[in-house]
């Protein structure tokens, strides 16, 4: 079996790589000037030539030491070896493409791993305009290094008041007039909410404690993976979405859109939809 440990610093490596590629980005202007940038399909759905850059470089990082390794990213697909180990990988090369076109800091490479069973073993975010770096091993907890010092997490603080909710929407109109209809009862309980636009670094702020709990619907499995075992691994309750496998060719639109990822402090277990 390979070592979580083992695993966690190829994705360390892995998630700098593509860091990197994102720290190239000009601050000059804002709006996407020079960034080759073009939708998905869906307004606000962007992608630009930073983010296959970025992807390039997480894959090439990964191949390079685990040539056997599945690698599902978002702009990529799913890429099998001829004979796959077992191991997949799970590529954000950039989640939060509209923060970074805009020039607001709060995006991110994630990178994790799952074994043949679907468990996550390892996970990265690594926000180059926030110098953050947060990663966790299964069993092995999470941790933000700052600056050269590395402290680990332990979630939201219990029983405090003035509580934050971290929350995003859908680009798909109908699932986003669901959200926003739904969130004044979201909402009972909690003292504000935010909106950040990077689920990758809502949920490492939940497990760092900024955010006592964040729930969205309609995510893709790249844009949580590394983000919800950090959570875990900090003592956060969490709930993945319920998803079809990308190696099955799941999950289709209406699922997806449909399910939620959750993560907070244990005592707000309760207030999500199921």
Not at 4 to 25: E, F, I, M, S, T
Not at 68 to 92: K, L, V
Not at 104 to 110: P, V
Request: with cysteine; aromatic share 6%.
């Amino acid at each position: 079996m390979t070592d979580v440990n083992g695993l966690l610093a190829v994705a360390k490596r892995a998630a700098a790589a593509g860091a990197a590629v994102l720290a190239q980005r000009s601050v000059s202007g804002t709006g996407g000037d020079g960034l080759e940038t073009t939708n998905k399909g869906e307004d606000g759905d962007w992608v630009t030539a930073f983010d296959v850059a970025a992807e390039n470089a997480v894959r090439e990082a990964i191949l390079a030491e685990r040539p056997h390794d599945t690698i599902t990213g978002e702009e990529h697909g799913t890429t099998r070896p001829d004979m796959p180990s077992g191991y997949r990988w799970s590529i954000d090369p950039l989640d939060g493409t509209t923060n970074f076109i805009r020039n607001i800091a709060y995006y991110a490479t994630s990178v994790a791993v799952a074994d043949s069973d679907g468990v996550w073993l390892a996970g990265v975010v690594h926000a180059p305009a926030l110098g953050r770096v947060y990663s966790a091993a299964r069993g092995q907890g999470a941790w933000l290094e700052v600056g050269g010092e590395t402290t680990r997490l332990a979630g939201p603080v219990q029983g405090r008041r003035g509580l934050i909710l971290a929350t995003g929407f859908s680009y798909d109109p109908a699932t986003r007039a669901d959200q926003s209809a739904g969130l004044a009862e979201l909402m009972d309980g909690f003292a504000d909410v935010r909106r950040l636009g990077s689920a990758a670094l809502d949920l490492c702020l939940v497990a760092d404690g900024t955010f006592d709990a964040y729930g969205e619907r309609g995510l893709n499995e790249h844009d949580f993976s590394a983000g919800a075992l950090i959570a875990e691994e900090a003592g956060c309750w969490v709930r993945r979405p319920r998803l079809e496998s990308p190696l099955n060719g799941g999950p289709s639109t209406e699922d997806r859109l449909a399910a939620w990822m959750c993560a907070g402090a244990l005592e707000l277990s309760g207030k999500f939809p199921l």
